[in-house]
């Protein structure tokens, strides 16, 4: 499946066209995943309370 979005008519700065860039940006995605991973494979990381 493929597809191409474009900003639509009349509606100037519509940020749908960034969204999906965002979504597939795949190489910031994971590098996103691998900061997660190695914190959590790091022993002396401090645990992280929400």
């Known amino acids: 499946m493929a597809f191409h979005a474009r900003e639509p008519p ?3 700065g519509y940020p749908g066209s960034d969204s999906v860039k965002a979504a597939w940006d795949i190489e910031a995605i994971r590098s996103e995943h691998l900061d997660f991973i190695d914190t959590w494979a790091d022993p002396s ?3 992280i309370i929400i």
């Open 10 to 12: 009349g509606y100037p």
């Open 45 to 47: 990381a401090e645990p």
